[in-house]
């Protein structure tokens, strides 16, 4: 009973996050109209970028090893770890902002930004390593009404955070306010870790622990590489083409699909991953199809709602000025769902060790992507992004679903 209370809770805080994305996205949208929504993405996807460095894959790496032992010494080795490993990572990143100050303000702000801007997108950056440990901490530990705390906390916060911004039209300060949900949590997770968070960069490179993490964490770079900065690259020749309505259409089923992947990304970490590396030996590949079956039941499901009412969805999250950004919805539906069976088989081979495969799924994926966008471009129909959205992951699924059947047809031999 314990376990299906603990799978309820994390559920419903799974749902609640989404739910409340999709908030602040329509009072966003409704804020800086159909044209400015689109330049604000923007840079909504750089924060995404940025904090998805936060840690990196070292969360996963965290929840994996915590999960195996109870002992505090143990799980302080650990978590100081990766504290050290995700403070030399933020040293890495105020260089590389110091020396690309201007193309972000080019690309990114569309505008000139003060280096306080830089440096408190820095200062958001370091704490957001140590809500993103405690949040291992918590799942890894089974302290899940913590966790689920944590997680709704958090995400109200910041709904009401840029809801009043909003209301007294501050836009300016929702520049500000938006790097601000990647750290919120950390308000309810006081006392979650009995040990000490410390820097110890002597452990940090004893007995391969750099790279041990390094290589959890090299899928996410390589992740965030092939899709978010692909992407911002690929938003800059969509307005270019397009103009800035059309992208803010384009946009609108970009960020339903970002919040379907959110939710999902979460049960993969929180969930799939920690039951995987357990389990995983007892599996053979029928059984193992019969989990992706039920994944995809359940997407389905879900899929066949937001298509049946995806005009009201669009007009009731957005307004009704973004009614024409339904026709990118129906094309991000089909292609999100080989992108969680993608993101299933990667989640695999991950807890059974097959890194460099899950490592050519993130590769892959951006570089299909890419590709097919200029390729359809080329015929002037803005749409024609669906199918490469589409086509990217459909190819993605079954590169991956043959990773895995050959990794559980190999270990039968």
């Given at each position: 009973?314990?376990e299906?209370r603990r799978?309820i ?13 999709l ?8 804020s800086?109209?159909e044209?400015?929504f ?6 909504m996807?750089f924060?995404?970028v ?8 070292a969360?996963?790496y965290?929840i994996?090893?915590?999960s195996?032992?109870?002992r505090?010494?143990?799980c302080?080795?650990?978590v100081?770890?990766?504290f050290?490993y995700?403070?030399l ?6 260089i590389?902002?110091?020396?690309l100050?201007g ?8 505008r000139?930004?003060?280096w306080?801007v ?10 957001s ?12 530990q089974?302290?899940?009404n913590?966790?689920v ?10 709904v ?9 039209g ?9 790097p ?6 950390v308000?309810f ?8 968070i410390r820097?110890d960069?002597?452990?940090?490179w004893a007995?391969?622990?750099?790279v041990?993490?390094?290589?959890f ?15 911002i690259l690929?938003?800059?020749s969509?307005h ?14 970009v960020k339903i ?9 979460m049960f993969c ?8 590396s ?20 359940v997407?389905f499901l ?6 049946s ?15 024409s ?8 539906l ?5 992108r969680v ?13 097959r890194?460099?495969?899950a ?5 892959l994926?951006?570089?299909l ?5 200029y ?10 992004v669906?199918y490469?959205y589409i ?6 699924f ?8 050959n ?7």
């Open positions: 009973m314990s299906l799978a809770y994390i559920g419903c805080s799974f749902a609640f996050k989404p739910l409340c994305s908030v602040v996205l329509r009072a966003l949208a409704g800086f109209g044209e400015g689109g330049y604000l993405t923007q840079y996807a924060l995404a940025v904090f998805g460095l936060s840690l990196g894959g969360s996963n965290l994996k090893n915590l195996q032992t109870s505090v010494v143990a302080e080795k650990e100081s770890v990766v050290s995700g403070f990572f933020l040293c890495l990143l105020a590389c902002f110091v020396f100050k193309s972000l303000e080019e690309f990114i702000f569309y000139s930004v003060s306080w830089i440096f408190y997108i820095l200062i958001v950056f370091f704490i390593n140590v809500c993103g440990i405690l949040m291992a901490v918590a799942l890894a089974g302290k899940t913590r966790y705390l944590a997680n709704i906390g958090g995400a109200a916060l910041f009401l955070i840029v809801v009043c911004l909003v209301l007294v501050a836009e300016d300060g929702i520049y500000w306010a938006l601000l949900s990647y750290i919120l949590p308000v997770l006081y006392r979650t870790f009995e040990g000490k820097l960069f002597k452990l940090l007995n391969r622990r750099l041990q993490v390094f290589r964490c090299l899928i996410v770079y390589v992740g965030l590489v092939s899709i978010p900065v692909i992407s690929v938003r800059e969509f270019q083409q397009f103009g800035a309505v059309e992208l803010s259409y384009w946009q609108v089923a699909s970002d919040t379907v992947q959110q939710f999902y990304g970490s929180a969930i799939l991953l920690p039951y995987l357990r389990k995983i030996g007892d599996f053979h590949f029928s059984g193992w199809f019969k989990k992706l079956l039920g994944v995809s039941g997407y879900g899929a066949l709602i937001i298509f009412f995806r005009e009201y969805f669009v007009s009731l999250l957005f307004g009704e000025g973004y009614s950004a339904k026709n990118y919805v129906s094309y991000y089909i292609g999100d769902y080989f069976c993608a993101l299933f088989c990667s989640f695999t081979l991950i807890s059974a060790d890194f460099g495969r490592l050519i799924f993130e590769f994926q951006g570089l992507f890419v590709s097919l966008f390729y359809f471009s080329m015929g002037n129909n803005s749409i024609d669906g490469a086509l990217t992951y459909s190819i993605c079954l590169v991956m679903l043959g990773f895995v059947f990794y559980f047809n190999g270990r039968r031999i």
